[in-house]
């Protein structure tokens, strides 16, 4: 009789099934088969059928995927179930949550989604995780992940990809940029980069990739950007406190307000306080029949960065 494993859906689900299928066969139980549950459309059909080792093993594994279709696990089977030393083990892939399981929850194994790391605690959790593969990454390249890569499931293959690029060594922020941000994502960085430390070459130099795609998703990421800067030109006299208030806590978004600071610096509260009124127009235009396109958002730009 088998044992049950669940895996319930996250976007880390695939890695931890690879991760059960390892663990399963150092452990003794090699993979011999995967199905999809529609090939047996009930329970009973699939213990019937899937719960026999194969003829050269004494253990095996077996994968099922889209368990759902086989709708709630029947109490009358629940005395079929064995411990964790059952000779078949059948890992159960999740579309959702485990409730159709929920009659023998205590009987089997349940595997959760990954804990959520909090945003402040990224660049920490991306160094240790470098450590564990055996290289080291600078703090500001993870600070750069950790606020560029939303997805934590990235962020783990980003690791997995740089480890494979060090070999050895450390990895800088410079191979952060160069390695994990495509042409248009390293593009977007040098252009938001160049805007707050007014470099207008490379500026200029982004535009050139980035006039090729909508306009809207540049300028929005611009103004979230600039927006920490806006709020310290705006509420100076509460500092950080005022970042905290629109998500840009300095403790916890070190990168983004780094350069919105070197943005406050470049060009002075007021021409930061006038570019976001004008972006905010150029947005809504944007939106209706007398858009400005890249003409009025580069006109704009150069606006701001040569003190017009």
Same mark, same amino acid.
């Given at each position: 009789?088998?044992?049950?494993?669940?895996?319930?859906?996250?976007?880390?689900?695939?890695?931890?099934?690879?991760?059960?299928i390892?663990r399963?066969?150092?452990?003794?139980?090699?993979?011999s088969?995967?199905?999809?549950?529609?090939?047996?459309g009930?329970?009973?059909?699939?213990?019937?059928?899937?719960?026999?080792?194969?003829?050269?093993?004494?253990?095996?594994?077996?994968?099922?995927?889209?368990?759902?279709?086989?709708?709630?696990f029947p109490?009358?089977?629940?005395?079929?179930?064995?411990?964790?030393?059952?000779?078949?083990?059948?890992?159960?892939?999740?579309?959702?949550?485990?409730k159709?399981?929920?009659?023998?929850?205590?009987?089997?194994?349940?595997?959760?989604?990954?804990?959520?790391?909090?945003?402040?605690?990224?660049?920490?959790?991306?160094?240790?995780?470098?450590?564990?593969?055996g290289?080291?990454? @600078?703090?500001?390249?993870?600070?750069?992940l &950790? !606020?560029?890569?939303?997805?934590?499931e990235? $962020?783990?293959? =980003?690791?997995t990809?740089?480890?494979?690029?060090?070999?050895?060594?450390?990895i800088?922020?410079?191979?952060?940029?160069?390695l994990?941000?495509d042409?248009?994502?390293?593009?977007?960085m040098?252009?938001l980069?160049?805007?707050?430390?007014?470099?207008?070459?490379?500026?200029?130099?982004?535009?050139n990739?980035?006039?090729?795609?909508?306009?809207?998703?540049?300028?929005?990421?611009?103004?979230n950007?600039?927006r920490?800067?806006?709020?310290?030109?705006?509420?100076a006299?509460?500092?950080?406190?005022?970042l905290?208030?629109?998500?840009?806590?300095?403790?916890?978004?070190?990168?983004?307000?780094?350069k919105?600071?070197?943005?406050l610096?470049?060009?002075?509260?007021?021409?930061v306080?006038?570019?976001?009124?004008?972006?905010?127009?150029? @947005?809504?235009?944007?939106?209706?029949?007398? &858009? !400005?396109?890249?003409?009025?958002?580069?006109? $704009?730009i150069? =606006?701001?960065m040569?003190?017009?």
């Amino acid at each position: 009789m088998p044992h049950l494993t669940a895996i319930e859906y996250s976007e880390s689900q695939r890695r931890q099934l690879k991760a059960e299928i390892e663990r399963l066969n150092k452990s003794g139980w090699p993979l011999s088969a995967k199905y999809d549950a529609v090939t047996f459309g009930t329970w009973e059909k699939l213990f019937e059928n899937a719960v026999t080792p194969g003829l050269f093993a004494q253990r095996d594994a077996v994968i099922i995927e889209n368990a759902e279709t086989l709708g709630d696990f029947p109490e009358n089977l629940s005395s079929m179930l064995e411990d964790e030393n059952a000779d078949t083990m059948i890992v159960i892939v999740l579309n959702g949550d485990s409730k159709i399981l929920k009659s023998v929850s205590k009987q089997i194994s349940i595997i959760k989604p990954e804990a959520q790391i909090p945003p402040w605690k990224r660049k920490d959790w991306l160094i240790s995780l470098a450590k564990e593969q055996g290289f080291t990454i @600078s703090p500001d390249a993870a600070q750069l992940l &950790a !606020e560029n890569v939303e997805s934590q499931e990235e $962020l783990r293959g =980003e690791i997995t990809k740089l480890s494979i690029y060090a070999d050895g060594r450390a990895i800088t922020l410079e191979d952060a940029e160069n390695l994990s941000f495509d042409e248009g994502g390293r593009a977007l960085m040098n252009f938001l980069d160049g805007v707050c430390d007014c470099k207008p070459e490379n500026v200029a130099r982004s535009l050139n990739h980035l006039r090729d795609e909508p306009l809207l998703p540049t300028l929005t990421a611009l103004t979230n950007r600039l927006r920490p800067a806006m709020m310290l030109a705006v509420f100076a006299d509460m500092g950080d406190e005022a970042l905290r208030a629109v998500d840009a806590d300095p403790a916890k978004k070190k990168y983004a307000v780094t350069k919105a600071r070197s943005a406050l610096k470049n060009y002075g509260a007021s021409r930061v306080k006038s570019f976001m009124m004008k972006a905010s127009r150029l @947005s809504f235009l944007e939106k209706t029949s007398h &858009a !400005e396109g890249w003409f009025g958002f580069e006109a $704009l730009i150069w =606006e701001l960065m040569t003190k017009i």
